[in-house]
């Protein structure tokens, strides 16, 4: 079954680069972002997880919680990591999760129900597996992203993705597109043009269901 927005992401205990998880537990309640990749020690992917890692203070600043995922083992992640601290020039201090028998990649829907690993795999063989998911305090789905193995993901739009996300539910306002910190938000259809003065004081009226304003200070 297909994993939706604001579903509760599935639960699970697995092995990790720092010991067994239990995921609900590890959530504890925070923001978290679970990035999965087809096969560690592949080019594209050691980028991006240096990516993360040279984010480490971006997603302490927003109380957020990283998480890899690979269908490759734990030896081969503590290895890998060796790598990708070379690549990012500083230590990646976030788990991989070992995810050797698929269970983690079938339930957020990366792999079908069916699928195997064959002997002598390559990375062809789990190619789905390049998603990206961002999960709130409630254990639901907020935001998920999918890219090709030629195509490396974009954190800095995944930071910016975050931010819309955290700005949203702590302010109950829409993000526009390419929105960034600082710029104006969206007030709700459903807020009265009364209620927006209230809250907002000023705010612009651009068509009659989009209106934009600053966030208080």
Request: with cysteine; proline share 6%.
């Amino acid at each position: 079954m297909a994993l939706r927005i604001n579903d509760t992401v599935p639960n699970f205990t697995a092995d990790t680069d720092h010991g067994a998880i239990d995921f609900h537990q590890w959530l504890d309640g925070k923001w978290a972002i679970l990035f999965s990749h087809p096969k560690d020690f592949t080019p594209v992917c050691t980028t991006e997880f240096g990516a993360v890692a040279q984010l480490a203070d971006e997603w302490a600043k927003r109380d957020t919680k990283v998480i890899g995922v690979s269908v490759d083992g734990v030896e081969d992640h503590k290895k890998w990591k060796n790598d990708i601290e070379k690549v990012a020039g500083t230590s990646a201090g976030f788990p991989i999760i070992a995810d050797e028998d698929l269970a983690v990649s079938k339930a957020f829907d990366m792999l079908p129900a069916e699928a195997y690993l064959p002997d002598g795999r390559t990375p062809n063989d789990s190619a789905t597996v390049r998603s990206v998911f961002i999960i709130g305090p409630d254990a639901q789905l907020k935001l998920s992203m999918t890219y090709p193995m030629t195509v490396g993901r974009n954190f800095a739009e995944v930071l910016r993705a975050l931010d819309g996300l955290q700005t949203s539910a702590n302010n109950g306002v829409a993000i526009p597109a390419n929105w960034q910190v600082g710029q104006d938000v969206i007030i709700p259809a459903t807020v009265s043009n009364e209620d927006a003065v209230a809250k907002f004081g000023e705010f612009e009226t651009i068509l009659p269901y989009l209106r934009k304003a600053q966030l208080p200070k």
